[in-house]
């Protein structure tokens, strides 16, 4: 569903747009849904990771001059920052041509680089798109599928994988991948050894409010140098980071982000946790659900959702605060219980923050009401009522 949603709206913005970045982090599949697009012109594919397609664009003005009729799709862009500007002066050119949009469709894994180059020259010609792994709801609707999901992520070649030790596998092949060779490639001058060790203690921490320095301190490095790394891992899309609720409400209020490892996956594999029967008998199963359902429903949330997290120090809390863009609050609680209680605490923080509404997330079973505001909801179900939201609906 989510797949085929992007591809719709991916075509829709090709044709609105001169271009495009589709942005993701590494094997979500941004090149297979590139090279599947059926369009009404002529594609041209480049791979900057092929030596061969970089040294084309020894001179990318010239070359990519030869393809004005076509889309060019260049994979990896944020190799090659300089081509920017070149692209700025392509499209301006063919728009002066008549030719107003789908001249360029960039396909990226490292958000800072790209972002930052593309805003600079391609600010007002460029639409930006986001693939996620697998979500939930392209999967079969069973409560075995659910679970595979958390237990592996939703990489495609994790999730589909035909055992566990293939899957388990790929997973690790892919945390060395970036800590040996992209993060690096992100200017990171520290030993892999070194990047893995922060990545796991990242792990341990899931759903937690970090201390960035206290890491720093375990791992001989400064609280900047652990902060960048920190950016750089968000900036790949490996890592979230939740921001508080905030609002003068006479409150002490927890003003950092709490911290999720995006793909349940990469997490599990991190921790050294491979199978269900170790997750479940972990301290971070709870931790890890949160994130888990954190992300699916980031993932469906409707354009113009602002989402955070609000805690006080005095430890009333909400998982996810919701906002629609009507100014109404949806209070999210995650719980990894079929039988779920409200809380005095949840009720404190609703009414602090102004919800309308309040949803306990549990992993299965039916919908039932605990409170006039409040409900149990399977996260399939909180799904399909997210995607289908309105303003009336709420």
């Given at each position: 569903m989510i797949f085929r949603q992007i591809t719709q709206t991916l075509l829709k913005r090709l044709n609105q747009s001169p271009a495009v970045a589709l942005l993701g982090s590494r094997q979500v599949g941004k090149t297979t849904l590139a090279r599947s697009l059926e369009l009404d012109k002529p594609t041209h594919y480049l791979d900057l990771e092929r030596p061969s397609d970089l040294a084309k664009l020894a001179d990318p003005e010239l070359y990519l001059s030869g393809f004005g009729k076509q889309l060019v799709i260049i994979d990896e862009v944020q190799r090659s920052p300089d081509l920017f500007p070149v692209l700025r002066s392509?499209?301006?050119?063919?728009?002066?041509?008549?030719?107003?949009?789908?001249?360029?469709?960039?396909?990226?894994?490292?958000?800072?680089?790209?972002?930052?180059?593309?805003?600079?020259?391609?600010?007002?010609?460029?639409?930006?798109?986001?693939?996620?792994?697998?979500?939930?709801?392209?999967?079969?609707?069973t409560s075995e599928a659910q679970n595979l999901h958390w237990e592996r992520g939703g990489y495609p070649e994790s999730y589909l994988a035909t055992d566990l030790e293939t899957s388990m596998q790929w997973r690790e092949d892919f945390i060395t991948s970036y800590v040996e060779r992209y993060l690096p490639q992100q200017g990171t001058t520290a030993a892999p050894v070194l990047l893995r060790r922060f990545c796991t203690m990242l792990a341990h921490q899931q759903g937690a409010t970090i201390n960035l320095s206290k890491i720093a301190g375990s791992l001989g490095i400064d609280g900047k140098t652990a902060r960048r790394y920190l950016d750089l891992l968000e900036g790949l899309y490996l890592v979230r980071a939740l921001s508080p609720w905030s609002s003068n409400?006479?409150?002490?209020?927890?003003?950092?982000?709490?911290?999720?490892?995006?793909?349940?996956?990469?997490?599990?594999s991190l921790l050294g946790l491979p199978s269900m029967e170790q997750i479940l008998g972990h301290p971070i199963c709870g931790a890890s659900w949160e994130g888990y359902c954190i992300e699916q429903i980031l993932n469906q949330a409707p354009k113009g959702f602002v989402s955070s997290h609000y805690r006080t120090h005095a430890g009333a809390e909400i998982d996810l605060v919701l906002e629609q863009p009507d100014?109404?609050?949806l209070a999210v609680e995650i719980k990894r219980t079929l039988s779920p209680k409200l809380t005095p605490g949840m009720v404190e923080s609703m009414e602090t923050i102004g919800a309308n509404q309040g949803v306990i997330i549990i992993p299965g079973g039916e919908t039932f009401p605990i409170s006039k505001t409040v409900k149990a909801m399977n996260l399939r179900s909180f799904l399909k009522m997210l995607n289908s939201i309105s303003p009336e609906k709420f």
């Open positions: 392509l499209i301006d050119e063919r728009r002066q041509a008549g030719e107003k949009t789908g001249h360029f469709l960039l396909l990226g894994s490292a958000s800072p680089d790209l972002l930052q180059q593309s805003s600079e020259t391609l600010a007002g010609r460029i639409s930006y798109l986001e693939l996620p792994p697998l979500c939930l709801p392209e999967l079969s609707d409400v006479g409150k002490r209020l927890v003003k950092s982000a709490k911290i999720y490892w995006r793909d349940s996956g990469i997490l599990h100014g109404k609050i």
